[in-house]
């Protein structure tokens, strides 16, 4: 039987807006919690907070003329997109303010995912994280998961509808590929700064 946020959920996209109060309090606490787990890997001079994370990630999410979120799990995970979005539409807003800024290389840790320092960075892993959803879809959504929406691989299977064992090894797939990705990103920043391109 579905929880009570799928139902809330159902009832909101059929059309009953008269829900939406309830809902917003039954998911609160857990965008809230999604939110920390983002500004986590982001630039640490931000001055976006938790709160102001989750009402642009909301107002993003409810500007969405017919929502189609098929139960919890679905909406969090539009939840998770929707507020790497907001992240990196901030990055770019202060790349703007900065004129430019340089790109720097993303380190990829076996403890941290992924260390950002800069909003450079945070474009740079948004443009491979783009290419990987292109590349495959799976792995992108392990990432979208287990790094933005802070699951752990039991969570992220059971979202999935795959095995622990599946997701540990597409996780590791996509992460090297990242790694890849952003090492050969930084490089080609650094041959452009050296002008030994």
Not at 135 to 150: N, S, Y
Request: charged fraction near 30%; include cysteine; charge should be neutral.
């Amino acid at each position: 039987m579905p929880g009570a946020v799928t139902l809330l959920l159902q009832r909101y996209c059929a059309g009953d807006k008269a829900v939406e109060a309830e809902l917003i309090t039954q998911v609160y606490g857990e965008l809230k919690r999604l939110a920390r787990v983002h500004l986590r890997r982001s630039p640490r001079d931000r001055t976006l907070q938790p709160t102001a994370l989750v009402n642009e990630a909301y107002l993003k999410l409810a500007g969405t003329e017919e929502p189609r979120w098929q139960d919890r799990a679905h909406f969090f995970r539009v939840a998770s997109r929707a507020m790497r979005q907001v992240l990196t539409d901030y990055a770019r807003a202060r790349l703007t303010d900065k004129r430019g800024g340089n790109f720097v290389f993303v380190p990829l840790e076996d403890t941290r995912f992924v260390n950002v320092e800069d909003p450079g960075s945070v474009l740079q892993l948004h443009d491979a994280l783009q290419l990987l959803e292109q590349v495959d879809p799976r792995a992108h959504e392990v990432v979208e998961l287990r790094f933005f929406g802070g699951l752990s691989v039991e969570e992220a299977a059971e979202v999935l509808g795959a095995s622990p064992r599946t997701v540990k090894r597409v996780w590791r797939t996509a992460r090297a590929w990242l790694k890849s990705e952003l090492q050969a990103g930084g490089d080609a920043e650094c041959s452009k700064a050296d002008g030994s391109e």
